[in-house]
Structure formats: structure tokens, C-alpha cells
């Protein structure tokens, strides 16, 4: 029900934005994410390897200020961390056998942006920085992480800072999208169920790397 009302809230905000013709052009871009997964003081972080495997990114994206250098606008829409934990054969202080563990955790992401920006005839290079809020989603997920749902801090709290290139044509523009996610919050942060002198706590620490294409169009013809 949360998740619901954040997206229509969302979609209202950009509808009546765009009714009063204060968007100045909205765009849509989608990829892959490809997250470092930090297991810390856990049984899952002794005697495991954890191989990144790419998850999937897509967002809706408007821009409310567009100047010569600079312009200010959203990203709004959803992306996947994923990666696969398995036993290390060699590792000999492995003190629980679980076998091969499939990791996909969903959120909802939300984040003003900043581009600076030059223009060099059809193409623009630019710069990205931005605060993001992230939102776990359980429909997202698989039945792995929904097994921790409780254990959860569903609301995460970063930044962005990335780079792009974009090649305009008329009112539209295709671009090409780099984009590091750091995250201030731990997706779970608690004592650990089996505590012990070496395993206190069990937390988990995600950023990731996105990777994503795009197509824009302008209300006025840059």
C-alpha cells in the first residue's frame, strides 16, 4: 500500500508540473545495476564469496531548470541489487554449509539531479550529483531477502555522482548514463541471532553501479 501511494503521489507531482508547463523536458532511461553486496560480522560474510550479477534499472526523469551550464531536474522509478553467495571450498573457517544463495533485493529510488553541462555541437557531455532516497520493496524482491523483511530498514538514504553524454535532434535527444549509487543507510543493521565474540551484529552494506541508456524529449527545441 506504501509503495502505491509513493508512485501516485510521484505521478501527480510531475503531472501537475508538466500541466503548468514548468517541465522542461521529461524522458525515460533504463539499464543495469550491478551492486557490491557488503556482508559485515555475519555468518553469510565468513567462509562465502559473493559474485555481483546484473540487476535491472528503470526511471522516469523530468527537467524543471535548464540553463546554458547547468540544469536541475528528478529521476524517479525502480532498480534491482543482485548477486549470488556460495560456499568457499577453501576456506576453512566456514562455519555453516548453505550452499548457493540467490540475493535480489528491489527498491523504489528517488532523486533530484544535478548536470553540469557543456555543449559541443548535436552532443553534451555532463557531470551528475544528486541526494537519492531509496525504498525496499518486497514485490521486487526475491523469497530469500523476504525471509528478512522484518530485519529491514526500508527507507535507505545516499547520493549520486555520475557522468553522460547526450546527442540532440529536434525536440529529442538519445544519451548514455553512468551513475555510482552510495548509500548512507544499512539495509539491516542488528545483533546477530548466534552472537558471539567474533559475530555481534549482522549488517549489510549495498552501493552499486548503474549503467543506462535514454530518450528524452524537449517542450522546446534546444
Known amino acids: ?15 501537475c508540473f508538466s500541466y503548468s508547463q514548468i517541465i522542461k523536458s ?18 553469510m560474510s565468513y567462509g562465502r564469496t559473493f559474485n555481483t550479477f546484473a540487476g535491472y534499472y528503470s526511471v522516469i526523469n523530468a527537467d524543471f531548470i535548464k540553463k546554458e551550464n547547468w540544469e536541475l531536474g528528478i529521476d524517479f522509478g525502480f532498480y534491482k541489487s543482485c548477486s549470488k553467495s556460495e560456499d568457499d571450498p577453501y576456506e576453512l573457517s ?3 554449509q548453505v550452499g548457493m544463495t540467490d540475493i535480489r533485493i528491489g527498491f523504489l529510488t528517488f532523486s533530484p539531479i544535478l548536470k553540469l553541462k557543456t555543449q559541443l ?9 544528486g541526494p537519492r532516497i531509496d525504498y525496499f520493496v518486497s514485490r521486487l524482491s526475491n523469497d530469500f531477502v523476504k525471509g ?3 530485519d529491514i530498514n ?3 538514504f545516499g547520493f549520486n555522482i555520475g557522468e553522460g553524454i547526450l546527442y540532440n535532434f529536434n525536440n529529442f535527444s538519445i544519451f548514455a548514463e553512468y551513475q555510482f549509487f552510495y548509500s548512507f543507510t544499512k539495509l539491516i543493521d542488528k545483533p546477530a541471532l548466534l552472537a558471539s565474540q567474533f559475530i555481534s551484529r549482522d549488517v ?13 524529449y524537449h517542450f522546446t527545441k534546444n
Open 204 to 216: 549489510i552494506k549495498i552501493n552499486s553501479h548503474i549503467i543506462s541508456l535514454g530518450l528524452k
Open 154 to 156: 526500508k527507507t535507505q
Open 148 to 150: 528478512m523483511e522484518a
Open 94 to 96: 566456514t562455519q555453516e
Open 26 to 43: 521529461i524522458g525515460f532511461k533504463s539499464g543495469v545495476s550491478l551492486s557490491n553486496q557488503k556482508w559485515e560480522h555475519s555468518l
Open 121 to 129: 555541437k548535436s552532443f553534451t557531455p555532463y557531470l551528475i550529483a
Open 1 to 15: 500500500m506504501k509503495t502505491k501511494i509513493i508512485v501516485l503521489s510521484i505521478m501527480l507531482f510531475l503531472s
